[in-house]
């Protein structure tokens, strides 16, 4: 694979293995292969976007509010709303999505990274890419995280960062509170940053790792606006943590990296949280319907507290259940699990779609 580079390239030698992160972008009527929420902003939200843009327009000659405080204070005013705890712009840093927020992670600590896989591709390509050895620790075959195996792990290898994301992408299950607290616990005496990634928290009933923060000041908590607020293609994210790490960000972050548009924007959607909150509550149910269906076919899905479930059971490959899907007019997404494919909640016509032409090829 290192061949495709020309000898004269100084590729940085931990980029030469790597092949570039992606989805398959494919023009079909059912798109149900990246975890969008599959709804489309509300009018009266759109209204509130274009108006607070609109009020940035004429400054755009100036650079934006480099630290985003306004943005900032209502994330935390939001993640007050949501869970009843309360944080301060001092706890939250904000980037172009949560990739950016982990890439951060990434440059500013050092050491080894693990994770427990498998999860969310983006944690080792990043830590690799930012030139890190990755240790990857397998999950267990029903996908939930091997507690001795991963506290021993990381005791013995004492990476600099540990990453856990829960509900865990693809398979959608949780990590239990006490058992993250153990990972925390076991991080912080080897002086690691734990990592816990929250994409899709507000799709879970689960106890978020939010309850910890006040007892671990290594916890880093990554969430995003792509998922539950509709907001894939603004770049969102956020990260919840003690001042101290929020401090490390600063030193890092390039220049007025989150424009004005971008931070107006999320001020307006953050106004209208509680009607996206209705959405979360209908994208669940379609989940709990759509798993009900999949398994009335002879189906095993994995239980699953996101807004995708991940499932197994058909006879064909992977990969072949994948292109007669896409022959069909419907993209669900092949994550590299044999036997398993992985397909987002979408709209009840998408999930119709999807179901009629699952039926038809199984």
């Given at each position: 694979?290192?061949?495709?580079?020309?000898?004269?390239?100084?590729?940085?030698?931990?980029?030469?293995?790597?092949?570039?992160?992606?989805?398959?972008?494919?023009?079909?009527?059912?798109?149900?292969?990246?975890?969008?929420?599959?709804?489309?902003?509300?009018?009266?939200?759109?209204?509130?976007?274009?108006?607070?843009?609109?009020?940035?327009?004429k400054?755009?000659n100036?650079?934006?509010?480099?630290?985003a405080i306004?943005?900032?204070?209502?994330?935390?005013?939001?993640?007050?709303?949501?869970?009843?705890?309360?944080?301060?712009?001092?706890?939250?840093?904000?980037?172009?999505?949560?990739?950016?927020?982990?890439?951060?992670?990434?440059?500013?600590?050092?050491?080894?990274?693990?994770?427990?896989?498998?999860?969310?591709?983006?944690?080792?390509?990043?830590?690799?890419?930012?030139?890190?050895?990755?240790?990857?620790?397998?999950?267990?075959?029903?996908?939930?995280?091997?507690?001795?195996?991963?506290?021993?792990?990381?005791?013995?290898?004492?990476?600099?960062?540990?990453?856990?994301?829960?509900?865990?992408?693809?398979?959608?299950?949780?990590?239990?509170?006490?058992?993250?607290?153990?990972?925390?616990?076991?991080?912080?005496?080897?002086?690691?940053?734990?990592?816990?990634?929250?994409?899709?928290?507000?799709?879970?009933?689960?106890?978020?790792?939010?309850?910890?923060?006040?007892?671990?000041?290594?916890?880093?908590?990554?969430?995003?606006?792509?998922?539950?607020?509709?907001f894939?293609?603004?770049?969102?994210?956020?990260?919840?943590a003690?001042?101290?790490?929020?401090?490390?960000?600063?030193?890092?972050?390039?220049?007025?990296?989150?424009?004005?548009?971008?931070?107006?924007?999320?001020?307006?959607?953050?106004?209208?949280?509680?009607?996206?909150?209705?959405?979360?509550?209908?994208?669940?149910?379609?989940?709990k319907?759509?798993?009900?269906?999949?398994e009335?076919?002879?189906?095993?899905?994995?239980?699953?507290?996101?807004?995708?479930?991940?499932?197994?059971?058909?006879?064909?490959?992977?990969?072949?259940?994948?292109?007669?899907?896409?022959?069909?007019?419907?993209?669900?997404?092949?994550?590299?699990?044999?036997?398993?494919?992985?397909?987002?909640?979408?709209?009840?016509?998408?999930?119709?779609?999807?179901?009629?032409?699952?039926?038809?090829?199984?």
């Amino acid at each position: 694979m290192n061949d495709r580079w020309p000898k004269w390239l100084k590729l940085n030698e931990s980029l030469k293995a790597l092949t570039p992160y992606g989805a398959p972008q494919i023009s079909l009527a059912n798109r149900l292969n990246t975890n969008e929420n599959p709804y489309e902003l509300s009018a009266s939200l759109q209204a509130s976007i274009n108006a607070a843009i609109a009020k940035e327009v004429k400054s755009l000659n100036r650079y934006p509010d480099r630290d985003a405080i306004n943005l900032r204070s209502a994330l935390a005013d939001e993640i007050k709303r949501q869970s009843s705890l309360s944080f301060g712009v001092e706890n939250i840093w904000v980037a172009n999505g949560s990739n950016e927020i982990l890439q951060s992670i990434a440059l500013a600590f050092s050491g080894d990274a693990m994770g427990f896989e498998p999860s969310y591709s983006m944690h080792p390509l990043i830590n690799r890419s930012a030139g890190k050895k990755w240790i990857s620790i397998p999950r267990r075959a029903d996908f939930s995280v091997d507690i001795p195996a991963s506290l021993n792990a990381i005791s013995e290898q004492k990476p600099g960062l540990v990453y856990l994301t829960t509900p865990n992408n693809p398979s959608g299950n949780t990590t239990d509170i006490d058992q993250i607290e153990s990972l925390a616990k076991t991080c912080q005496e080897v002086g690691a940053i734990f990592v816990v990634d929250e994409a899709y928290a507000e799709f879970s009933n689960s106890p978020s790792a939010l309850l910890l923060l006040h007892k671990f000041p290594n916890l880093i908590i990554s969430r995003t606006m792509s998922k539950a607020f509709a907001f894939a293609g603004v770049r969102v994210g956020y990260m919840i943590a003690d001042p101290i790490l929020i401090e490390a960000m600063l030193l890092i972050r390039l220049p007025y990296h989150l424009s004005s548009l971008t931070q107006a924007a999320a001020l307006a959607a953050l106004s209208h949280s509680q009607e996206l909150s209705a959405q979360i509550a209908q994208i669940i149910d379609s989940r709990k319907s759509l798993a009900r269906e999949l398994e009335s076919l002879g189906l095993v899905v994995i239980e699953s507290e996101a807004n995708f479930l991940l499932f197994t059971g058909f006879k064909e490959s992977s990969g072949e259940l994948f292109s007669k899907l896409v022959d069909k007019g419907v993209l669900i997404r092949d994550v590299s699990i044999p036997g398993y494919l992985r397909v987002t909640i979408g709209t009840e016509d998408e999930n119709k779609a999807f179901l009629a032409a699952l039926t038809s090829t199984l």
